[in-house]
């Protein structure tokens, strides 16, 4: 509903003027018909709820729809468009609902777009920042086969399993980097703070220092006196490498080089694989010739280095290689997962193959995350063991001996 302020006469010739809750301004004019006043004017007027939701629209660029938003978008049209409801007013009614500034703006323009005749794929992929390839890919094939709130429905799962993996990846991450922020903390306090002070005890007595001393407090007078140009530095060097991995040949090297970090390399690279698999078995299952399916695939798995060899599978099978084939070429799977891959080519189940294998890469990934904590304790041990014996030698040594020549 719209409030419409208006302007017309009565049956007197009079002037009159006004305010009415409507769907449209057409419907006030039929109104304002029936009860004998003749529109002069009929101007929709912004409620003080639509005023909010223009402030917060201009602050868009601040926000962001999160994987829960679209789960519960998902959720929410499966449950709509099974119970027949049609898909503009449930756009519309999803946008009056919804807490996010930017999400309900989406939805007022694809009910925009879809009450100007467009197909809802087509007004998804006018928020290529919103939905992803697949996504439209989905819903396009939910809509030439009369099957959309399935497609919702797969959506739906899809990004619940996503954002689980994505949940335990955190998890696992979270402890490591915890530890290695507050080491890095405790080395810039000693630097800054710790280091001086001894400085200044040490000088008071005289006498040569040890070289592991005299290294430190290089160190330390180099941070003291030259810190604005290291913050300057480092906040340069990571726009830099912003900048830089957003290039195409920056981020095709990144994502090659981060598969092979240590310890973490492994765990990424099963991710992705998981998640091509996942994604490639829904794709098929929902109809979509197996060509186009790898190119929505090469751009869903999210490292810019596996999607080229996806691409380059593609190309295979366009030459006319069986999908097997040119799974082997690229050189991505494990031979246990290439007999699962194998044996569903030549079943003609290789949506249900691909779904397996996208079980056995989430259980490896589920036991890797489980497990790295453990497989970094022992890196973490080391240098804080190095960071304790650094001060020993440098701080406490000289401290002794400084301690054994007075006593002495």
Avoid at 262 to 274: D, K, M, Q, S, W
Wanted: charged fraction near 20%; glycine fraction near 8%.
């Amino acid at each position: 509903m719209a409030i419409f302020s208006y302007r017309g006469r009565n049956k007197e010739g009079s002037e009159v003027k006004g305010q009415l809750d409507a769907l449209s301004a057409s419907l006030v004019a039929a109104q304002l018909t029936a009860d004998g006043i003749t529109p002069i004017t009929i101007e929709e007027k912004a409620s003080e709820i639509q005023k909010q939701k223009s402030q917060d629209i201009q602050l868009k660029f601040l926000q962001k729809i999160s994987i829960d938003e679209l789960i519960m978008f998902c959720r929410q049209m499966y449950s709509l468009t099974k119970a027949g409801v049609p898909i503009t007013r449930a756009m519309r009614g999803l946008a009056n609902t919804v807490k996010n500034p930017l999400m309900a703006e989406t939805l007022d323009q694809l009910a925009g777009d879809l009450e100007k005749g467009h197909a809802l794929s087509s007004a998804l992929a006018k928020h290529p920042k919103v939905f992803s390839e697949l996504y439209i890919s989905m819903i396009h094939v939910g809509e030439n086969t009369g099957q959309l709130d399935d497609s919702f429905r797969q959506m739906a799962a899809y990004l619940e399993l996503e954002r689980q993996t994505v949940k335990n990846v955190k998890q696992a991450t979270r402890y490591p980097l915890f530890v290695m922020v507050a080491i890095s903390i405790a080395i810039a306090i000693i630097n800054v703070f710790v280091i001086p002070a001894f400085k200044s005890v040490f000088e008071s007595f005289g006498g040569a220092m040890p070289w592991q001393t005299q290294v430190l407090i290089t160190i330390s007078d180099f941070t003291v006196n030259w810190w604005h140009s290291l913050l300057a530095a480092i906040a340069l060097s990571v726009f830099l490498f912003v900048r830089w991995k957003k290039t195409d040949a920056g981020r095709m090297t990144w994502d090659r080089r981060k598969l092979k970090f240590p310890i973490v390399g492994p765990i990424f690279y099963r991710v992705i694989l998981g998640r091509f698999a996942r994604t490639f078995s829904i794709v098929l299952k929902a109809g979509v010739p197996i060509e186009q399916g790898l190119s929505i695939v090469a751009n869903a798995v999210g490292n810019k280095y596996i999607g080229q060899k996806v691409a380059g599978m593609r190309q295979g099978i366009e030459r006319g290689e069986s999908f097997t084939q040119t799974a082997h070429q690229a050189e991505m799977f494990s031979p246990l997962v290439m007999q699962m891959l194998a044996v569903g080519e030549e079943t003609g189940r290789v949506d249900q193959m691909l779904e397996e294998a996208a079980g056995f890469y989430e259980q490896e990934v589920e036991y890797d995350l489980k497990n790295l904590t453990s497989a970094i304790e022992p890196i973490l041990i080391v240098a804080i063991g190095g960071m304790v014996l650094v001060l020993a030698l440098g701080v406490f040594l000289p401290l002794w001996e400084l301690s054994t020549t007075i006593n002495g």
